[in-house]
Structures are given as structure tokens and as C-alpha cells.
């Protein structure tokens, strides 16, 4: 049986925004890092490498993944989904981002798309959330520019406005 060397490279494939991508990576290459720099996402943020900040969420199958303790080879197949599938083919945000634009959700941005797809993955199993379930849903990213107030006023007023 052939030995891999341990800094061999692996193909990994995947659906990333609804589009097929594929990229090669080290078998300890965080997912976060090859959406980075072999993909070219900008958008997967990396803050703390430890799993606490929540910059780096994204969905991995729908389900709430913090990139920086996954590797890439783990999602061989899977569906991906960044905060660049949010706004539309068009570039206009989604309703989501427009909430949070107009609350005053975000400052400098950089924990924004995490919370997001925390927010996308949890408002479609709870689509009319308390305020104290978003504050929870919240307390799983750090932010330190807003106080979360604008975040959890958005959320609110876009439950509150949307049509579907």
C-alpha cells in the first residue's frame, strides 16, 4: 500500500454558492483557509482560530460551521454557503441585510457574515424568534463595534416585514 506523505495535497469539490468549485488541500488546512486562499472567498473571516468569535461561520449542508475548526478535506461533496449567496445574482442585498443596514446592525463588518449565516440557518427553522432567543442565537459571535441592539432590532423589524 503506497504511503501518502502527510503534506500531500487532496482535490476537494464542493458547491459553493450554488456553484461546483474545486481546489486542492494539505489534510490539516482549515476550511477557513482554503475558502480563503485556494477558492478566493473574502468573506470567511478568521478571528480567533478557536472556535469563540464566530467570524468565520458558514453553512456546511444548512448546518452552522465555524470554518477555522474544519478542515477542508471534510467537505469533500458537501454544500457550502457564504454570505456572498445572500445578496442576489444582481448584487442587491437580501431582505436580512437590508434590516441590518438599516438598524445600524453592523459597524466595521468584520464578525457581519458569520452572524448572518448563523441568523440565515436559524430564521429558517424559527422564523418569528423572541428577542431573548436572537440575543442566545447572538452570544455565539463577538462583536465588538455594535453592542448587538441594531443586530436584534433588524432581525425583529425583518420578521416582522417579510413577505414569505
Not at 468569535?53 to 453553512?59: K, N, Q, Y
Not at 458537501?78 to 443596514?101: R, V, Y
Not at 440565515?120 to 452570544?139: F, G, H, V
Request: glycine share 10%.
Amino acid at each position: 500500500m503506497p504511503q501518502l506523505s502527510k503534506d500531500a495535497r487532496h482535490p476537494v469539490s464542493c458547491t459553493l454558492n450554488g456553484k461546483e468549485v474545486s481546489g486542492y488541500a494539505e489534510p490539516r488546512m482549515l476550511l477557513s483557509d482554503f475558502l480563503t486562499h485556494e477558492i478566493g472567498i473574502t468573506s470567511c473571516h478568521v478571528g480567533c482560530e478557536h472556535g469563540v468569535c464566530g467570524a468565520c461561520t458558514v453553512l456546511v449542508d444548512g448546518n452552522i460551521t465555524r470554518a477555522c475548526l474544519t478542515f477542508a478535506v471534510q467537505i469533500d461533496g458537501c454544500q457550502i454557503d457564504t454570505s456572498e449567496c445572500l445578496a442576489n445574482a444582481d448584487g442587491e442585498l437580501s431582505d436580512l441585510q437590508k434590516a441590518f443596514k438599516k438598524h445600524h446592525g453592523l459597524q466595521c463588518g468584520y464578525c457581519t457574515p458569520g452572524i448572518l449565516m448563523s441568523l440565515t440557518a436559524y430564521l429558517k427553522e424559527n422564523q418569528d424568534p423572541s428577542e431573548q432567543e436572537l440575543r442566545e442565537i447572538l452570544s455565539g459571535h463577538l462583536c465588538r463595534c455594535t453592542g448587538y441592539v441594531g443586530m436584534v432590532r433588524a432581525v425583529l423589524d425583518y420578521c416582522k416585514n417579510k413577505t414569505t
